[in-house]
């Protein structure tokens, strides 16, 4: 009997599993993005914004949903909206606030009675919303909007000048300051704070959030980032005010005056948490720094967890804060506790779950302890999620993603090694089901250089193991998932020392069988391009070939032309145009090296990238042209670093793929590259 069960078992098993299909990219018309994580105050609702690609319009179609955590229950808050963004829920959890745009397709904010009725429009900005707070009462928001455009008449509107700052290429129109406003939600006027020609923080994405209007518990004070133009190489400048909100006026917080960014209010109103680099060098990681007003930047209270840390939500009785950083090959979150005496950081067993996110995470903290987050696991898209406290096991809410049950994904796991100076490294492989035989090995190289590869759930990394591929993610120093020492050691040092790094995880994986160590290509996006590009002109020989998206190849390109423009100086240590520091920028540049390249390479590139203008992806194009590199050079159009449209997202990889595929029988000439330049 037991031997019948046991054969019953088995062939249930190899049933299941013969019945999982291999992940496509048909699959990405299930694909369901989970973002904007919000929990009620009460923690019974969770609100979250899905996405879905429609592939006919190439759009993403956005609903805002509420969750019910005791069943799971999903019920849909917004129909038919273009864009919906920034729920959140007022601080008695009667109200849910969100952005969306008005009948003149200006982003304002909207108030939906959570239980039943019709969202209305609070705010009338002519110039639109950019973020919102509420004041601690509920009875008023504070918001950001930028400043309109002067009106000009008769033979002065037709003047089609722009003043340059330090700004990115592709400025269409003058960038407007970004000031505050609050408005009373029994009000239709809103009130203007605070003007000038300085401006409010703001960011192109992807990056982390503009910091927030951080209202003090007694609803007197707004702390915000100032910055001292709306020029987006002047955000290493950030410094924060504390802002009066009946008389207008404004003071510093602490004699620092820049660096500084993301302030939050001590529950009791006594301080301020904020973000400043390690010991205020611009170079190094961010930690949360605690002020009430001294000289100097106050006490540093991450400084233990040595990880680069996002975003603070505050624990019930105020005396920690939760807190998100990547670790390893996860996402870690950590509660931290303002006064070391209580104690010390604590890691939360998130099971396995990697929260998602990139340059911040979806994580939210109700009045109960409560936690809500969106994440996935390397088999599983995201879905949302519950802990009823931090000491608590996460509990799986949602099914958006439940096709994914279906489909035979690639196990994920972590590698390491030792990088030639010793440094401990780490990395994330992409294993097919069958490695019974040596397989090509794909490295796909993580953008940033501050980011790091985990094991969660990668759409390009499942469609090129079920390709049966091994894919390598490798985590270069400079990522930062491994420390601050290993982060900051980066700094003057962009390519060759990540290089070696990716070289011995290399040769790591050289060592198994499954490796096939004659198939072997390097591709990447942004800084991932960058570590392409240099790898692929350093060890030229190594490559069966590479895809180099939109790649960082000359840094002086990247300080003249990028919207972080000038604050690549603190990459160098000074400017490109300073004697002392041009050696630098020419030796870590890619483009320095792309005459030795031989590997056949696709560039691409967005033709309108302000993040890695393209003019370096077309100065590559070129050196390999004219090298007689076989070379492909496909642009994007669109104002942006990576295409999010559905049609032109699944095209990117599907050029990607495709490139690897075609050459993965091509031979290896490493006497000068495949002949027969395109």
């Not at 273009?82 to 829920?89: D, E, L, N, Q």
């Not at 870690?332 to 303002?338: D, S, Y």
């Not at 004697?579 to 031989?598: D, G, K, L, V, W």
Request: aromatic content about 10%; some cysteine; hydrophobic content about 40%.
């Amino acid at each position: 009997m037991r031997s019948l069960l046991r054969a019953s078992t088995c062939l249930l098993l190899a049933t299941a599993a013969f019945a999982q299909q291999p992940f496509t990219m048909e699959d990405l018309r299930q694909l369901v993005g989970v973002s904007s994580v919000q929990i009620a105050p009460d923690g019974k609702t969770i609100a979250v914004i899905t996405s879905r690609a429609n592939f006919a319009d190439d759009k993403n179609e956005l609903q805002l949903q509420a969750v019910d955590v005791a069943t799971g229950d999903v019920r849909a808050l917004t129909q038919g909206r273009k864009r919906v963004s920034s729920p959140a829920w007022s601080p008695d959890g009667s109200t849910l606030a969100f952005v969306a745009p008005d009948a003149q397709e200006k982003t304002q904010v909207w108030l939906l009675p959570i239980r039943g009725g019709e969202a209305r429009c609070l705010t009338h900005s002519p110039t639109g919303v950019e973020h919102f707070s509420w004041r601690p009462d509920g009875n008023a928001i504070a918001f950001a909007a930028a400043d309109e455009a002067p009106k000009r008449e008769g033979e002065e509107r037709h003047v089609a000048t722009i003043r340059i700052g330090d700004q990115d290429l592709f400025l269409k129109e003058p960038v407007r300051p970004q000031h505050v406003w609050t408005q009373a939600i029994a009000d239709e006027q809103a009130k203007r704070l605070t003007t000038g020609a300085w401006s409010l923080e703001f960011v192109f994405p992807p990056s982390s959030p503009a910091s927030t209007l951080a209202w003090s518990k007694d609803g007197r004070k707004i702390a915000i980032t100032q910055v001292p133009a709306p020029e987006s190489g002047k955000l290493d400048l950030g410094r924060i005010l504390l802002l009066d909100v009946e008389s207008g006026a404004t003071q510093v917080l602490n004699s620092v005056d820049r660096y500084q960014s993301a302030p939050t209010f001590t529950p009791d109103g006594s301080a301020v948490l904020y973000r400043y680099p390690r010991d205020g060098k611009p170079a190094f990681l961010s930690d949360y720094y605690l002020s009430s007003g001294a000289d100097g930047p106050g006490r540093n209270v991450t400084r233990e967890l040595d990880r680069h840390v996002f975003g603070t939500e505050w624990m019930p009785g105020g005396r920690e804060f939760l807190t998100a950083c990547n670790e390893r090959d996860t996402v870690g979150l950590w509660t931290v506790p303002l006064d070391p005496a209580i104690g010390k950081p604590r890691e939360l067993d998130l099971d396995g779950l990697v929260v998602s996110g990139a340059f911040g995470y979806d994580v939210t903290v109700a009045t109960t302890g409560a936690i809500a987050f969106s994440a996935t696991r390397a088999d599983r898209p995201a879905e949302v999620y519950v802990m009823s406290s931090a000491a608590a096991k996460p509990r799986r809410l949602t099914k958006f993603n439940a096709w994914a049950e279906e489909r035979r994904f690639a196990r994920m796991e972590r590698l390491t090694w030792k990088t030639q100076d010793g440094k401990d490294a780490d990395g994330v492989l992409a294993l097919p089901a069958d490695v019974s035989t040596p397989r090509p090995l794909v490295l796909v190289i993580h953008g940033g250089p501050t980011s790091s590869s985990k094991t969660s759930f990668s759409v390009l990394a499942q469609l090129m193991a079920a390709k049966g591929w091994i894919v390598f993610s490798p985590n270069y120093r400079g990522s930062d998932n491994l420390g601050h020492a290993y982060a900051n050691a980066i700094f003057d040092d962009a390519g060759e020392g990540p290089g070696r790094d990716v070289m011995a995880g290399v040769a790591e994986l050289k060592k198994r069988a499954y490796v096939d160590s004659t198939r072997v290509f390097v591709t990447g996006w942004s800084y991932g391009g960058y570590m392409t590009t240099w790898l692929l002109g350093k060890y030229p020989d190594v490559w069966r070939a590479g895809v180099a998206g939109a790649a960082v190849t000359d840094w002086t390109d990247m300080y003249n032309f990028a919207d972080g423009n000038v604050g690549i100086r603190h990459a160098f240590g000074g400017s490109p145009w300073k004697r002392e520091f041009a050696e630098a920028y020419r030796a870590q540049s890619p483009i320095t090296y792309a005459t030795n390249i031989q590997a056949p390479t696709l560039v691409l590139t967005n033709l309108e990238d302000y993040r890695v203008p393209p003019t370096q992806s077309f100065a590559l194009y070129h050196a390999l042209k004219d090298n007689g590199v076989e070379t492909e050079f496909i642009g994007f159009q669109g104002r942006t670093h990576s295409s999010s449209d559905p049609v032109n997202a699944r095209e990117r990889s599907r050029l990607w793929i495709d490139w690897i595929e075609r050459h993965l029988d091509a031979p290896n000439d490493s006497s000068g590259g495949v002949s027969g330049a395109k």
